[in-house]
């Protein structure tokens, strides 16, 4: 009876392990291809959306800090992959911008938190517009379709 408890349990620790390896295999290659972080230790929520088409477009506050200081116009879209308004929003969101012509970058307050605290971002979603230099306009918060178009036609699109 103990001899069979011990394999049993032993049997557990093995299949945890493979598991563990499986799953760090197929996160190390979904790394691999499309990362536009610059970063390879990516929060696993992260990982998850890398090949999502709603999350293409990414900027990294590095790219988005020069943008703005060189008054570039640019819409910027803050999310987090772990936030439900977020997950809600982004599916018809994105596709909305897409449909509009606007070039709406996406920037990952999970992976680049301190970056939310330069351009005072205190919730997720937020939409932000920058001209010449300066923020424009921003919607915070899940908003309707309708909202984010009326934004777009209003402050980008103008």
Same mark, same amino acid.
């Given at each position: 009876?103990?001899? !069979?408890?011990?394999?049993?349990? $032993?049997? /557990?620790?093995? @299949?945890?392990?493979?598991? +563990?390896?499986?799953?760090?295999?197929?996160?190390n290659k979904?790394?691999?291809?499309?990362?536009?972080?610059? !970063?390879?230790?990516?929060?696993? $929520?992260? /990982?998850?959306? @890398?090949?999502d088409?709603? +999350?293409?477009?990414?900027?990294?506050?590095e790219?988005?800090?020069?943008?703005?200081?060189?008054?570039?116009s640019?819409?910027?879209?803050y999310?987090?992959? /772990?936030?439900?308004?977020?997950?809600?929003?982004t599916?018809?969101?994105?596709?909305?911008?897409?449909?509009?012509?606007?070039?709406?970058v996406?920037l990952?307050?999970?992976?680049?938190?301190?970056?939310?605290?330069?351009?005072?971002?205190q919730?997720?979603?937020?939409?932000v517009?920058?001209?010449?230099?300066?923020?424009?306009?921003?919607?915070?918060?899940?908003?309707?379709?309708?909202?984010?178009?009326?934004?777009?036609?209003?402050?980008?699109?103008?």
């Open positions: 009876m103990q001899k !069979k408890m011990i394999i049993i349990i $032993a049997a /557990i620790v093995v @299949l945890f392990f493979a598991l +563990y390896f499986v799953i760090d295999y197929k996160n979904a790394l691999e291809g499309n990362n536009p972080y610059g !970063k390879t230790n990516l929060e696993q $929520a992260t /990982i998850d959306q @890398l090949n088409p709603n +999350y293409q477009n990414q900027i990294v506050p790219a988005l800090n020069e943008k703005v200081e060189n008054g570039e640019v819409t910027v879209y999310y987090s992959p /772990i936030c439900v308004y977020c997950k809600a929003t599916p018809y969101l994105v596709p909305l911008a897409e449909e509009m012509g606007v070039d709406m996406k990952n307050l999970l992976e680049f938190s301190t970056e939310g605290n330069k351009y005072g971002i919730s997720t979603p937020t939409l517009h920058y001209e010449d230099g300066k923020e424009v306009a921003r919607l915070e918060g899940q908003q309707e379709k309708e909202v984010y178009a009326a934004f777009f036609e209003e402050y980008v699109l103008k």
